[in-house]
């Protein structure tokens, strides 16, 4: 059972560049959602999806863009990369359905732009 | 609004000592509490919830905390510490909002032999 799987683990971008992570779960769970960790502030939220089709910002969204192309995949997208969204970036997903069940987490993705 | 506070970056104690780690809270509503254990280059792993149903919460690894509504706190406790517990342990709090967990800044818990 693979649980949530994040593609790729390390990644090295210049300053304007694009790319995208990539995030699926095969637990059928109905919620996604893409954090950042950085030293010092625990992991913040940048974008959730409540079930698939919807999609809506967190606590950091600016610079990035998501997609929740099916029930099973939530993408994350930086248009144009800047060196402060260097950082480690983990997918979670949850299986909310009007109570709470704890969220299952990604290996996470290291993303350097320089 | 949620918030998380989580008191000492760093914690260091000896194997078999206790370990205390403090958390506390802020929630608008009845919260829902987690502790999440992160090993060195890996994912966050559950260790252990509350959700109202008991206030000692017992979880993996010998671990347990115990949700103190006078005091907002969720402290997590082990009577021994082992080397294998040296990790980052984040807290973090959920309201009833799609499952969106607000977490704090995490402490890092370091094992002397």
């Known amino acids: 059972n693979a649980g949530v799987t994040q593609t790729p683990k390390f990644q090295v971008l210049k300053t304007g560049q694009s790319m995208t992570l990539q995030c699926a779960q095969d637990?059928?769970?109905?919620?996604m959602y893409w954090y950042r960790q950085d030293p010092g502030m625990g992991l913040r939220l940048i974008y959730y999806?409540?079930?698939?089709?919807?999609?809506d910002k967190g606590e950091v969204p600016n610079g990035y863009n998501v997609s929740r192309l099916n029930k099973r995949e939530f993408s994350l997208r930086l248009e144009s990369a800047a060196p402060s969204q260097t950082s480690v970036y983990f997918c979670?997903?949850?299986?909310?359905?009007?109570?709470?069940?704890?969220?299952?987490f990604g290996q996470g993705t290291r993303l350097t732009v320089v | 609004a949620q918030s998380v506070t989580q008191l000492g970056s760093h914690v260091s104690v000896s194997e078999g000592a206790l370990v205390l780690l403090r958390c506390n809270y802020s929630s608008s509503v009845p919260p829902y509490l987690f502790w999440y254990v992160q090993y060195p280059n890996q994912g966050l792993q559950l260790l252990l919830k509350y959700t109202s149903a008991a206030t000692l919460v017992k979880g993996i690894n010998g671990f347990e905390a115990e949700f103190k509504k006078s005091e907002t706190s969720f402290h997590l406790t082990k009577p021994s510490a082992h080397m294998s517990d040296a990790a980052e342990y984040f807290c973090?709090?959920?309201?009833?909002?799609?499952?969106?967990?607000?977490f704090g800044q995490g402490t890092i818990l370091t094992v002397h032999p």
């Open positions: 979670a997903s949850s299986d909310f359905a009007g109570s709470v069940t704890e969220a299952f």
């Open positions: 999806s409540a079930s698939e089709g919807t999609t």
């Open positions: 973090a709090v959920s309201g009833t909002s799609y499952g969106k967990l607000t």
């Open positions: 637990m059928n769970h109905n919620s």
